[in-house]
């Protein structure tokens, strides 16, 4: 049997079992899961404490899920901003030098071209004292990384 608060529940509201078939039920039962994490609407709705409680949750997690999202989104785009930024305040600060240096107009074009079309430089080739992870290494293998570096030497 069931305890007096959920005599009734939602399944029991939404779904003639006899009209609706599995399909339908699943699909059902998956667009209200979407409309909890959306300002969508649906209708079906919570009957008892217990689908009540569960809805709530069900909510809260979307807004946690939604919130993570938008979070990941804004951090983005203010790293890109910032990046913007940087490279714009060095154009400026590049173009005001040529300026108040009065560079001509052709070596000012020369080294605006030269800067849109460089390629960026090499990554930096990093010593292993460079690399942090390593001085938590054991011995033995520090030694095989070393085989390793060396071997064509060998």
């Not at 079309?117 to 080739?125: F, G, S, V």
Request: charged fraction near 25%; proline fraction near 3%; aromatic fraction near 12%.
């Amino acid at each position: 049997g069931t305890i007096g608060l959920f005599d009734v529940n939602w399944a029991d509201k939404a779904f003639d079992v006899d009209l609706h078939d599995l399909t339908y039920r699943y699909f059902t039962s998956f667009h209200w899961s979407v409309t909890q994490f959306t300002p969508a609407s649906m209708e079906v709705t919570p009957r008892n404490s217990l689908e009540r409680i569960y809805n709530i949750g069900v909510i809260l997690l979307g807004l946690c899920m939604f919130s993570s999202f938008v979070s990941s989104i804004t951090s983005s785009m203010t790293y890109l901003t910032k990046r913007n930024v940087e490279r714009r305040q060095q154009t400026d600060d590049l173009v005001g030098y040529m300026n108040d240096k009065k560079f001509t107009l052709r070596l000012k074009k020369d080294i605006s071209v030269y800067l849109m079309t460089a390629k960026p430089k090499k990554r930096r080739i990093l010593q292993e004292s460079g690399i942090a992870a390593f001085k938590l290494l054991p011995d033995n293998l520090l030694e095989r990384i070393h085989i390793h570096l060396h071997s064509d030497v060998l």
